[in-house]
């Protein structure tokens, strides 16, 4: 029987942890960052056809780190329901439901023409606020965040959606209500800080 080889040991270090880069506004949405030619349109920029359902809004915000500044390399998604509170929309659709927007570089706005959800029934059959799911990649982000954008014109459905009723810190919610200008909605989010945005662990 062969005699085991001694080796020294080496400790290995970790690797370093991985963020999105300032780049991912840029693969992900060329166009936008005058790069033509890899999609005739950015994935995602338009969400809605001449033959779309419900009330058109604008959804649009900005991205703060924890020390105030604005993200302006943020990329954002948006995931919601139809006018009628339907997910199933499917590539033929007159809308899409899914949207990605970058934050401009150099007033940070990220912007989505869309449509006001209708309310989506919650697992337990309670019917949820009109909401918009949102997931956000930055610099600096290791994972994407997912929150939610609600509407301030919503109060006594949000007083009954059960989860903002789950929140524990009733402060917080605000965190998550887009305030209305005319036809858009106005939301800004914070990673970190005293107005920091709630969110979700999915």
Not at 41 to 48: K, N
Not at 54 to 66: A, C, H, M, S, Y
Request: glycine share 10%; hydrophobic share 35%; charged share 20%.
């Amino acid at each position: 029987m062969a005699t085991p080889i001694e080796r020294p040991l080496y400790p290995v270090k970790e690797s370093a942890s991985q963020t999105a880069g300032p780049y991912v506004h840029i693969g992900l949405t060329p166009n936008f960052c005058g790069i033509t030619g890899v999609y005739d349109t950015d994935l995602g920029a338009t969400m809605v056809t001449d033959q779309t359902k419900g009330e058109r809004i604008t959804l649009e915000g900005r991205v703060f780190d924890g020390g105030g500044y604005l993200l302006t390399d943020a990329l954002v998604e948006i995931w919601q329901a139809d006018a009628d509170g339907i997910y199933h929309q499917t590539a033929e659709s007159d809308f899409s439901g899914w949207g990605r927007a970058p934050a401009h570089a150099e007033t940070g706005i990220f912007r989505f023409e869309t449509v006001k959800p209708g309310r989506v029934a919650f697992p337990d059959g309670r019917m949820q606020a009109p909401h918009i799911n949102v997931w956000i990649a930055a610099r600096g982000i290791n994972l994407g965040l997912n929150t939610r954008i609600y509407f301030d014109d919503e109060a006594e459905a949000n007083a009954a959606d059960p989860v903002l009723g789950r929140i524990e810190h009733r402060d917080r919610v605000t965190t998550l209500i887009a305030r209305r200008d005319g036809n858009s909605y106005i939301h800004d989010i914070h990673l970190q800080g005293p107005q920091e945005t709630v969110f979700f662990d999915i």
